[in-house]
């Protein structure tokens, strides 16, 4: 590692005031499930996976439900595709609340991936229960640090899979994934598709040329083209404006939705 991400702080006393000193720090030994998350997690990293589960599984045999222990189990066993155990351990973080947005974003994508095999909704789509049970744990780690684009990418898919179609409100999400990740081509064009799907097409227009703008990558913007091409064109901003990026996030012209 060249350098940290920091951010400093300066703290100045005012006249005539001092700063009290800062109290000292409590140290105290790891427990063994952070001695066997650290170290499993390490050794998962450094391509040694039979350790990594040995360092990991130890303290949950000795009965530990650590929820951080949890998650790092689930996502250990996502990771060598063993989907059953990894669900077990990953529902079993989610239900002890653990942080660890990744975790959640697994256990989302192993409820998708059960969902699609026997989706529930009209024309092979997914219900209403099936999208809410799969979003909750997105919208879980939505609200954790740091924020992954894979989560809103994920929320954008399950949508996209939808019986019932969303409302601008609930695709406000999307329009926040997008001011987040402003510069992720692929992203602004899956946004842009989840828009046109359901009718929005002034913001899917206002996402092509954004992307359009953001990559000289020559298959995407082919992509963006062709969806720019099918798509009315959007209003012109007045002149004094000069927007980094769309923020479509109105909703306000929504077409008809396209019959499935």
Known sequence: MDFTVYKAVVFQAKKGEKLEPPSKPVFRDATE?????????ALRMAGNKAAARDALIAPYIRGSRDPQLLGSLGMYEFSIG???????????????????????????????????????GTQGRLSSAQVTDILTP??????????????????????SRSETPPTAENLRVVDEGVQR?????????????????????EDAALLAEHGLRITADLAKRQRFQALKASLPAPPTPPAEAH???????TGSTKAAAPSS
């Open 243 to 249: 927007p980094s990026a769309p923020a479509p996030a």
């Open 181 to 201: 990740f402003v510069k992720r081509a692929d992203w602004i064009y899956q946004a842009a598709l989840l828009k046109q799907q359901y009718g929005f097409l």
């Open 33 to 41: 499930a952070e001695v066997g998350r650290i170290k499993g997690e």
């Open 82 to 120: 063993e989907t059953a155990r990894a669900r077990k351990f990953l529902e079993a973080a989610a239900k002890a609340k653990v942080v660890r947005p990744r975790a959640y974003l697994q256990l989302a994508q192993l409820r998708f991936d059960e969902a699609v095999k026997s989706p529930q």
């Open 138 to 159: 997105l919208f879980t780690a939505r609200g954790q640090p740091p924020t992954l684009p894979e989560v809103y990418e994920m929320i954008a898919t399950v949508w």
